[in-house]
């Protein structure tokens, strides 16, 4: 979570520490994926330091990598959890393999959410913007919120 930037920083220091345990004591996967949630502290942490600066290039790039780490954290998480069902071997062979292809699914959504930041053009829209609003990381409630132009036609890409 990014409830402020000191909790990002410190679950940055958590994440690499836990990471690198996890990686000497418990299984790669499981290493990766916690290493993948510790780059969204360290996102949310930069992320505080140009939060609400609209018109700063790194509020932009921040806001875009949010997007594309939300885009693969289902995956990443079964991958994890693949990890230490292996290394515990806590379910048998055939639940490992619908495992497996609960990550490619998870992989496969991932990819068709991400290629909503990608402008397609469809030929029927005459009117309007496909491509639409603004690039910014800005103050939640309780999180960083952020917006981006997402394409919201043709609907059957996504």
Known sequence: MCWSQNVSLILTGLGIVTTLYSYKYINILWAITIFYFTVMQIIHYLGYLVIDDCNNNLNKLLSYSNYIHISFQPAIYLLGIYG??????????????????????????????????????????????????????FTGKQHINFSLPLRLEPYYFT
């Open 84 to 137: 230490l069902f292996t290394t515990y071997n806590i379910i048998n062979k055939n639940q490992l393999i619908s495992l497996k292809y609960y990550i490619y699914l998870a992989l496969v959504a991932g990819c068709f959410y991400l290629l909503r930041i990608i402008p397609i053009y469809h030929s029927l829209k005459k009117e309007g913007c496909l491509w639409c609003g603004n690039t910014c990381s």
